[in-house]
């Protein structure tokens, strides 16, 4: 007992030290204490009201302060997981990566964040009060931080929707500067000159809910919209946009809301369907439709950690025989039947606004639409495997990545600001990047930027872990770049937004 004695009040020395302001702690030589109190995961003699001053928690014995402080969470996996609701209202010490992308929070690892796939409930935790608003992305953004807060429930559709759980920070230390991840709200000068009466777009962004919706993803939405007016003359009344919860982004650095472009929709399945519908009402087959998704995506990442990323299991049996799952190859019983034996397709998935648009979605909101040429460009993970539910006639199909593959934000840095494919694909249309300097995809010079100019361009930049993919012969199988390749690529030639 007395070896415990003595490490106990080097540690109260120190916890002194930090918490000056607070007496609470009984210094050497002085009168005992009333008993011991559990603070940040520390044990230490205290009188209760000091203790309970300071937020610790006060205990008769040092027994059953200890049992009490060994509740403090290692990891935010713990204070996420099933005991979740043991921990509130607990003050904790955890260690973490610090974003503000658009919220403030702690993540297991940036990766989580570069990749276009909704981060797993239990890798990140929000943070909240007033010395998380504070907290500056520009000194802590992408740096390994030591934070104490107390942990609360949290029940908020408004700010923190489909969050349980948030830590009001107290205090927090640096760590480690891993990376520098510092998020910007891109500026773009709208200007439309020349009017495209005959063309369309539809920009659709889901985000699945505030903490996963990352402000690249407005950007990738900002930069299309801007090239299709500027460049291309698409009028502001025939672009849909489908963004999140239906309301623009906000700055997060300032806080301000971004009025550059407008939201028409959330961007959920019944308004991307009503939207579609609109289009049936209004188009002919003289018309041109483009269509551009970003943000999350769900499905089958064979070689990845955790395999299943999202989608689910095809039961309508339309995938291509080539999309075969054998359950023995990873140990999982994808369907459920209680065997580990069986072979299964997969359906992937665009991440809505709560929810998910499954592939199978498509084949319906594109029936009976009239169209001359339709441009889908899409940059959400596994986005290739929705290739063959979209592909049809005069029907150009761009995906980011495979079909059992993820896409990611740019690298290196500023790998925060948009997404890898998508923004090469959007400057090569463009003719210039997001700060103006030229960009020359025009490789036959005829003074234009084809679908398949743009998309051998993007691919030629793109150095992500991706395989970007290209359609347009109406098969459903389509190639990697560069194209024209294995009948892909004779429409995409002669095909300008």
């Known amino acids: 007992m007395k070896r ?6 080097s540690t109260t020395v120190l916890i002194c030290m930090v918490l000056a302001n607070i007496v609470a702690c009984q210094p050497d030589g002085e009168a005992p204490a009333e008993g011991w109190c ?3 995961g520390e044990v230490f003699p205290s009188t209760e009201a000091g203790c309970l001053e300071m937020g610790g928690y006060f205990f008769v014995t040092d027994g059953e302060a200890e049992d009490f402080c060994r509740r403090e969470i290692p990891s935010i996996s713990h204070l996420k997981g099933p005991d979740w609701m043991i921990y509130t209202g607990t003050v904790v010490t955890i260690e973490g990566i610090f974003v503000r992308d658009p919220l403030p929070m702690l993540v297991v690892d940036l990766d989580l964040v570069r990749v276009n796939m909704p981060m797993p409930d239990d890798q990140y935790i929000i943070l909240i009060g007033n010395q998380a608003e504070e907290m500056d992305a520009e000194e802590y953004g992408g740096a390994k931080l030591r934070l104490t807060g107390l942990v609360e429930a949290i029940d908020d559709a408004v700010n923190y929707a489909g969050e349980y759980v948030a830590i009001q920070v107290i205090g927090h230390e640096l760590l480690e500067r891993l990376e520098v991840y510092n998020p910007r709200l891109m500026l773009f000068e709208i200007y439309p000159e020349v009017m495209q009466p005959n063309s369309y777009a539809v920009l659709f962004s889901g985000g699945t809910k505030p903490a996963r919706n990352f402000i690249r993803y407005w950007n990738d939405l900002k930069f299309m919209y801007s090239t299709l007016i500027n460049e291309y003359g698409y009028a502001p009344e025939h672009i849909a946009v489908l963004y999140a919860d239906g309301k623009q982004a906000k700055d997060p650095k300032t806080g301000k809301t971004d009025t550059q472009i407008p939201v028409h929709y959330s961007a959920t399945q019944a308004n991307l369907e009503t939207v579609f519908n609109l289009l049936k009402q209004t188009t002919t087959t003289q018309d041109f439709i483009f269509m551009f998704t970003t943000n999350h995506g769900g499905g089958f990442e064979k070689a990845g950690l955790y395999k299943v990323r999202g989608g689910q299991v095809d039961t309508n049996g339309d995938e291509p025989g080539t999309d075969v799952l054998l359950e023995t190859d990873y140990n999982l019983d994808l369907n459920n039947d209680g065997k580990i034996s069986g072979q299964v397709s997969w359906d992937e998935e665009l991440c809505s606004w709560g ?13 009976n639409l009239e169209y001359e040429r339709m441009v889908i460009v899409m940059e959400q993970c596994f986005s290739g495997g929705l290739i063959s539910d979209m592909a049809g006639p005069n029907r150009i199909i ?7 593959q993820p896409s990611y934000a740019m690298g290196p840095y500023p790998w925060d600001t948009f997404d890898e494919f998508s923004y090469y694909f959007t400057c090569a249309i463009n003719g210039a990047d997001d700060q103006g300097k030229i960009v020359d995809a025009d490789t036959n010079n005829d003074g234009q930027v084809s679908m398949v100019e743009a998309f051998n361009y993007a691919v030629s930049k793109d150095t992500a872990a991706e395989t970007p993919y290209y359609e347009d012969n109406g098969d459903g199988v389509p190639h990697s770049g560069p194209v024209p390749k294995g009948g892909d690529g004779t429409l995409g030639s002669n095909t300008f937004l």
């Open 355 to 367: 929810g998910s648009i499954f592939d199978d979605a498509f084949d319906n909101m594109f029936a």
């Open 38 to 40: 559990c603070f940040n």
């Open 4 to 9: 415990k004695l003595i490490a106990i009040a």
């Open 398 to 404: 761009i995906s980011a990545a495979g079909e059992y």
